[in-house]
């Protein structure tokens, strides 16, 4: 009922383990699978390792959650290693996200990474908390395209390019991917945010400037991905906010094919991707629908 | 269909609350107790993050709680902690949590035993006060500590919580400058040993352990051996203290959720107990562990 394939991977479920959230350790995947996840994005891979920024790197206020990580990771030998392992342990496709600083190197790690055998690939270009060390590609059409004809080049394996909401316009951006070669895209990164101490005047996060994500930034990526899917034909594993049933519905309605869920396990702890499941199946027999794919894109019916 | 959002098990800040500190106490050169003005709700194992602006955030359990105020103490092993050091009343810190979850003391334990190694009885501290104020008219209760450091300096907790210092209470040094020049494992064994009956069986319900990993290992080898509960409190680097980040991550299990305390059960499967290094110490070293 909720299973589905997306580039001849078959995924039990559309819920994917968003990037940056626990996918650190292989052992630790194992539990993610009994958690009932769909999918695993692991955190992003760089050519070296990264410490990323000093703590305080994660709050949550009432509205929203906050992450300055600085995309801390061991490096491409030690994650080829992980996810080497990490494919011994469970059987849900496995995601690998990169990102380089410089065009050659995303091709550079494209090419490294496919030697660990991931489902897919995902091109992290739209981190917003590392600005001051790495190009955003993800802000323009040239840029993003030219990362994505290069890991394209050097893969056989299915790609999906992470775009940022932090555009004026994303549909050129989605457009130029998709024109370059992209599988697929993810949508949306964080938004670019900020919080201040009032008592010391200070900013919270070590790097001043995090990324915004949770329930208060699910109605923006609900439209970046309805402009998304408007503008092209490849598939999006929609990504923002979702943590019920009902926001999985919506963005499905919205044109995603998978959805990405991160910060929910944050207010429900990993059970939730079980919970969410739960919920999708009943508004599905509640509503008539027998398979997922009759709710992708319903929105634009 | 549930289509409110999920609740948050506990009640905690996740946000940082910036207080001011109320007082600094240095014990000595290693040993800092730093007090904050403000209330708190924590349970003994629960740990909050602790961020000093412009300096860095890191996990600690609180040590005592008094009336609109409470404490934590720190060992001084690299920067965050030095600060501490330079900490003046007034100044500045936040809180937040309290994160994981909690040693578990049942109703029906009648004879508890707790195994601090050095600044590990900082995890112990809001344990042994708890079950003291719980258990205070109750005759047949019986707790023992058995606290042990390298030398007389690390005992500090002597001076944090003065009434630990009973008939109870075994202390024991690395290098015999206070108590019994031993490991507190070694009195640990000894003690087994001492509350064996004829048939080998153990009247001890349950042994509370916080040290270094290495120290633990061995306190619960020992509580298989003679088949007495075990509980342990971990550490591990910590990035959000909630379960989203992953860095605390020991085998298939997160210690900010999962943990920080773990008992036999749980250990048993987590063949990572036991090699783990401070990554501080291993850098650091010598400079501040020769002084301890």
Known sequence: MIDSNLFNIKFKNPLVLASGILGVSAEYFKTLEKSGVGGITTKSISLKPRKGHKNPIMFCDDHGFMNAVGLSNAGIDKSIEMIKKAKQFVKTPIIASIFGGTVDEFGELSKLVTEAKPDIIEANISCPN??????LFGAS???????????????????????????????????????AGADG??????????RIDVNTKMPILTNKFGGVSGKGIFPVAVKNVYEIYKTVKIPIIGTGGITTGKDAIEM?????????????????????????????????????YSNIKDLMGAAHE | MNDGHIKKKLPRQDIPLTTK???VIKHNECFVTVWLEGDIKIKPGQFIMVWFPNVEEKPFTVTCIKENKFSFTALKRGPFTEALFELKV???????????NTFNLDKNFKNVCLVAGGIGMAALSLLYQNIKNRTINQVNFKMNLLYGAKNCNGLIFKD???????????????????GDKLFSTELLEKYLNENQNEEGDNNIDVVYTCGPEIMMKKVVELCEQYNVGCEVSLERYMGCGFGICGGCSINHKLVCMDGPVFNLEELKNLPDFGNHICKCKEEKNESFTKKL
């Open chain 1, 130 to 135: 590392v600005k001051k060390e790495f190009k």
């Open chain 1, 141 to 179: 059409a040239e840029a993003a395209a030219a990362v994505t004809k290069i890991v394209k080049d050097n893969t056989n394996i299915p790609v999906v390019i992470k775009l940022t909401p932090n555009v004026t316009d994303i549909k050129p951006i989605a457009k130029a991917v998709e024109e």
């Open chain 1, 185 to 194: 895209i993810t949508a949306i990164n964080t938004l670019s945010g900020m």
């Open chain 1, 252 to 288: 499905l309605m919205a044109g995603a094919s998978l959805l990405g869920v991160g910060t929910a396990a944050y207010y429900g702890g990993i059970k939730v991707f079980t919970k969410v499941n739960l919920e999708i199946e009943d508004w599905m027999k509640n509503n008539g």
């Open chain 2, 21 to 23: 500190v109320v007082e």
């Open chain 2, 90 to 100: 007034g100044d500045l810190l936040g809180w937040r949590g309290p994160y994981g």
């Open chain 2, 160 to 178: 944090i919580i003065p009434e630990i210092c009973n008939n109870n209470t075994c202390f024991c040094t690395d290098d015999g400058s206070e």
